[in-house]
């Protein structure tokens, strides 16, 4: 698995938006990047995965750089229930590599009233 | 749909006992993975399986095992228990080896003393 960079902790104010990085330069053309999140105590949660172009779900949106070197998750409106560690990982969207999964120490995220 | 289901929640053994950890997946979800996550090491790959056959093995001793039966429920067994094999146990499954994210359930919080 390709390896990825977070910074290892960020505030951010309830109700702004959180922009999480993620430098993942030596990803592969057939890598894609996910990202989970884990809150205290629980197992990690999926957020949301892309592979070039720009995706959004009910959670987040994943902002990718055209050179696939970095990405960006972002959470638009952040509240307390978003205080977790959020991990950044990369591997191939193909169900027939089953490549072990490499999760990093993450990025804590600090809501903050 | 009920979600990954781990048991039991919490666990206390004796240096040099060994302990059998369950995890049954969502329905209908033939791959089962395994992470152990630690203060200090952070969330690491021990195995996964789909449709009974261990298709990736993390960097772990022989006294970590596993198996998956016929229904997709899997139990990871650890012999000779050591202090630092202190943990939460997470269980991890999905449909197609994560393509499309993994479900983890809220793991097994086992205690070495």
């Known amino acids: 698995d390709a390896k990825t960079t977070q910074p290892p902790s960020m505030d951010c104010a309830e109700g702004r938006a959180a922009n999480l990085p993620c430098n993942h330069s030596?990803?592969?053309?057939?890598?894609?990047v996910y990202w989970y999140r884990q809150i205290h105590s629980q197992g990690p949660q999926y957020i949301i995965h892309g592979l070039k172009n720009n995706e959004t779900n009910e959670m987040a949106s994943l902002i990718i750089t055209e050179d696939r070197k970095s990405s960006t998750l972002i959470l638009p409106h952040a509240t307390l229930r978003d205080t977790a560690v959020y991990y950044c990982?990369?591997?191939?969207?193909?169900?027939?590599?089953?490549?072990?999964?490499?999760f990093g120490t993450g990025t804590k995220l600090q809501v903050i009233p | 749909k009920a979600g990954v289901t781990q048991t039991p929640r919490y666990l206390i053994k004796t240096r040099g006992q060994q302990v059998t950890l369950s995890c049954s997946p969502i329905?209908?979800?033939?791959?089962v993975s395994w992470y152990q996550q630690t203060p200090g090491q952070g969330l690491q790959f021990l195995f996964e399986y789909f449709s009974e056959t261990q298709r990736n093995k993390g960097n772990f001793p022989g006294r970590f095992s596993g198996r998956q039966f016929s229904n997709s429920r899997s139990e990871m067994n650890v012999s000779t228990l050591e202090l630092g094999d202190s943990a939460l146990y997470l269980c991890?499954?999905?449909?197609?080896?994560?393509?499309?994210?993994?479900?983890f359930g809220s793991g097994t919080r086992l205690t070495v003393v």
């Open positions: 990982i990369v591997r191939p969207m193909n169900s027939g590599g089953y490549q072990k999964v490499t």
């Open positions: 329905s209908g979800h033939r791959s």
């Open positions: 030596t990803i592969s053309g057939n890598e894609y």
């Open positions: 991890a499954s999905s449909l197609d080896a994560g393509v499309y994210g993994y479900t």
